[in-house]
Nanobody
């Protein structure tokens, strides 16, 4: 079993910054792509950023230039540095990882439980 645990959410004023972390633990042989999504109230979940095991990253247009995704493969952890936050960034943020639990297993997708980010004055 693989668990993803997010941390770092909270309340921040417009223009402020937050750094989210997501640590994977459990039965892990290899982690491929990791990503961050968010879901605002009444809206669909959207992909914000993804990063490969080699460190290649892609971003949604809505966060490009403001958010930075990174990962520490030794710690099985992915980060999301969020700068210049706006009220419309308010949402529950989820991490996601494609994991092979053992050498002969396939690749499975896992999700964290989500962490609330609220941008408000």
């Amino acid at each position: 079993q693989v668990q993803l645990v997010e941390s770092g959410g909270g309340l921040v004023q417009p223009g402020g910054s937050l750094r989210l972390s997501c640590a994977a633990s459990g039965s892990i042989f290899s982690i491929y792509a990791m990503g961050w999504y968010r879901q605002a109230s009444g809206k669909q979940r959207e992909l914000l950023a993804a990063i490969t095991s080699a460190g290649s990253a892609n971003y949604a247009d809505s966060v490009k230039g403001r958010f930075t995704i990174s990962r520490d493969n030794a710690k099985n952890t992915v980060y999301l540095q969020m700068n210049s936050l706006k009220p419309e960034d308010t949402a529950v943020y989820y991490c996601n990882a494609d994991v092979t639990p053992s050498r002969r297993a396939g690749v499975y997708e896992y999700w964290g439980q989500g962490t609330q980010v609220t941008v408000s004055s």
